[in-house]
């Protein structure tokens, strides 16, 4: 069975080619191929908390990393931490986290 995007799971309808993308504007979620298979998803459809301007129900919100309580509770994010094991869920993209040896 294939994974919901958010975009399917919150029925947004603000995916590219959508009838409401044309009102309200497409979600950067949905076009920010950067993180396409990240979780599963198709470009950063199962990590839309990671990605800056993303809109979450009417409301733009800002990074995971300046609100995680928000993204953390949503029903969404609990999905897909739930159906990637341990080892393969992506909580940032990888240009967000700092991989400097520095000590």
Known sequence: MA????WEFMMCKREPGSEDC???????AATDTSCDGLNNGKNAG????????????????DKFAQDPVSCMSCNF???VK???????????KTDQIDTSSEK
Not at 3 to 6: F, Q, R, S
Not at 82 to 92: G, I, S, T, W
Request: positive net charge.
């Open 77 to 79: 994010f609990k999905l």
């Open 46 to 61: 199962r990590i839309c908390w990671a990605v800056a301007s993303a809109f979450c129900g009417d409301m733009i919100k």
């Open 82 to 92: 739930q159906e990637e094991d341990a080892d393969n869920f992506k909580l940032l």
């Open 3 to 6: 994974k919901l995007n958010c």
């Open 22 to 28: 044309k009102e309200k504007g497409v979600c950067p």
